[in-house]
């Protein structure tokens, strides 16, 4: 059976997401804001949740209209039939949220669909859903933005970029997602060489390592909310698994470095990377990437990087002076390899670039938790 799906993604990196679906499960997705939309087989829930490496939350899709008031969300809402995602013995809860000019609020969005759900449950199959805001079987995401009303049931749980590999947590770690996002801008493939030379707790090389040995971003993830769900099929789900692990490359194919000027840093990261089971395809080195000579003696293709861009993280308080001497330093060891960074300091990389004679070639602009935030691609 086909159905409606949509996922969350970090809201810049849309159109790789729905590349990357498309390359996963053959499907074209359609990027809107935040998220992306398509239809797939009901195998691909359990695909997407342990391979996709750009996706938040994937959802099955109920309902996407237009409403013009609130009271229209209990009508759209009721006429669906929850029957095949939830058992009369579960509980429920909704997370809502709201984005436009209402006179409601995303709570009153949560109470009109909560009810609209009870009651048509409670019509059709005489018994009343139990409501657990706490700790739900199953999870229903309401979304309205300005006159669209999108109701979705989490087949995630928790966010994917909660991969369960971060043992030690950097205080500026980058999302996995994200990470992934920008190795896949790049262009990098498994048999170019490859690094991060400010690596901080390990996101860049790990996420990497996942892509050259082939193992699922997901594969430490034992709680995804499908396990719940009505149509779940457990032997279907643990084929798929087994099936998809079995995929995993035993041999190393690949260089990928991770360089870190501090020590602490650079100790967590290798105890992440034991973690995600990828400790044996990356090289960890001690060095400071706007010295040329800490960096690895060999030919360097691709450099993947998410230097520190706020005066708190960075010793002596400018990311201007950081990115010249980084890009100096890149320019004398790796000249023609391509460079993809992430800041939020865009005007003093620019400036830093141009004085470099680093050609941009590429830019996107994203957000990194609050903060917003462009992804370049570079020429060295």
Request: aromatic share 10%; proline share 4%; charged share 30%.
């Amino acid at each position: 059976m086909r159905i409606k799906f949509f996922a969350t993604v970090s809201p810049g990196i849309e159109d790789v997401a729905s590349e990357e679906v498309e390359e996963i499960i053959g499907c074209k997705a359609i990027p809107d804001i935040g998220k992306i939309f398509f239809e797939a087989e009901e195998k691909s829930v359990y695909i997407l949740n342990l391979k996709a490496s750009t996706l938040n939350k994937v959802m099955i899709q109920l309902c996407r209209e237009k409403f013009f008031k609130l009271e229209d969300l209990y009508i759209l809402v009721k006429r669906i039939d929850y029957g095949w995602i939830i058992e009369a013995d579960q509980s429920f809860a909704v997370r809502s949220e709201r984005v436009g000019e209402h006179n409601f609020t995303s709570i009153d969005v949560a109470r009109v669909v909560g009810q609209a759900i009870i009651d048509s449950y409670l019509e059709a199959y005489g018994r009343r859903l139990k409501v657990n805001l706490k700790m739900p079987d199953v999870e229903f995401y309401a979304l309205v933005r300005n006159q669209e009303f999108i109701l979705g049931v989490n087949t995630t749980g928790n966010s994917l970029h909660r991969r369960g590999y971060r043992i030690y947590g950097h205080p500026a770690a980058l999302k996995p997602t994200l990470a992934s996002a920008m190795l896949r801008i790049s262009g990098w493939k498994p048999e170019k060489s490859i690094i991060d030379p400010m690596c901080g707790g390990g996101t860049i090389p790990i996420e990497a390592a996942f892509k050259a040995n082939n193992i699922p971003p997901g594969h430490l993830r034992e709680d995804f909310a499908f396990l719940k769900l009505k149509i779940f099929d457990r032997k279907e789900f643990e084929e798929i698994k087994i099936r998809i692990l079995n995929q995993k490359r035993s041999e190393r194919c690949s260089r990928i470095y991770g360089m870190e000027k501090f020590r602490h840093h650079l100790d967590g990261a290798m105890k992440n990377s034991e973690r995600a089971g990828v400790r044996e395809s990356i090289e960890f080195k001690l060095g400071d990437a706007t010295r040329p000579d800490d960096y690895p003696r060999e030919e360097l293709d691709f450099i993947v990087v998410n230097p520190p861009y706020g005066v708190r993280m960075i010793p002596g308080g400018s990311p201007k002076k950081l990115y010249n001497d980084f890009l100096k330093a890149i320019k004398e060891r790796a000249e023609g390899a391509t460079l993809v960074l992430i800041t939020g300091a865009h005007r003093k990389f620019r400036e830093a670039a141009e004085e470099s004679g680093v050609e941009i070639i590429g830019e996107k602009a994203v957000l990194h938790g609050e903060l917003k935030a462009k992804i370049f691609k570079c020429i060295v």
